[in-house]
């Protein structure tokens, strides 16, 4: 079974600090997303990367950076954070390859409060 | 409009009901269809995958697509009250761009 674990379920952060939240996959995957989840608006894509050290912008990247410098591990990076930044974080791999099954796995999310 | 449409619910429904869970795209692209189940507090996991048009069974679970009308369906057979989730679909092309629905929040009444 594919696994994807993130570094916390639940994390409180104050407006203005720098947040990482960590994503590690152990399927080899080559590619890996993070999306956002809010209520009413769905699964909203922040950025993906197809391959280390690559990496492509989603549909709503402003405020966010991504890392991946090893196959396994993506990382999402908040500059400074803010209070419309508190949201459900997911990260998913994927592996290569257009096919029917090569389908999305998630994480089990991290929940980030911004005060 | 958007590329995805579903209805969010929430849907309420008695243990052994038959449950119909819908959603609607516009791009006529998309080849790969998903669902997937997630329940409170938790990242959605995959429930069903089909390729193209047509019908797949896996258990209480059928997934249907309709490519004509850009149309997919879950059905969930003897509905039991740990289906009680938040139900995804999803779809894509050929690449890695997945577009999601909103999600249909399920409730089955024991």
């Known amino acids: 079974d594919v696994k994807v674990t993130q570094s916390s379920r639940y994390l409180v952060k104050r407006t203005g600090e720098k947040v990482f939240l960590e994503c590690v996959q152990d399927?080899?995957?080559?590619?890996m997303f993070w999306y956002r989840q809010d209520p009413g608006l769905g699964l909203r894509l922040i950025y993906f990367?197809?391959?280390?050290?690559?990496?492509e912008k989603g549909d709503i990247p402003e405020g966010y950076s991504v890392s991946r410098e090893k196959k396994e591990r993506f990382s999402l990076i908040l500059e400074s954070a803010s209070t419309n930044q508190t949201s459900m974080y997911l990260c998913a791999s994927r592996g290569g390859g257009s096919g029917s099954g090569n389908e999305q796995f998630f994480g089990p999310g991290t929940r980030l409060t911004v005060l | 409009q958007k590329e995805v449409e579903q209805d969010p619910g929430p849907l309420s429904v008695p243990e052994g009901a038959i449950v119909s869970l819908n959603c609607t795209y516009s791009n006529s692209a998309f080849q790969y269809f998903m669902w997937y189940r997630q329940y409170s507090r938790k990242g959605p996991e995959l429930l069903m995958y089909?390729?193209?048009?047509g019908n797949k069974e896996d258990g209480r679970f059928t997934a249907q697509v309709d490519k004509s009308s850009k149309y997919i369906s879950l059905f969930i057979r003897d509905s039991q009250p740990s289906d009680s989730a938040t139900y995804l679909c999803a779809m894509r092309n050929t690449g890695n761009q997945f577009y999601f629905g909103t999600g249909t929040s399920l409730t089955v009444i024991p």
């Open positions: 990367s197809y391959d280390v050290k690559m990496k």
């Open positions: 399927m080899d995957h080559e590619n």
């Open positions: 089909t390729y193209s048009s």
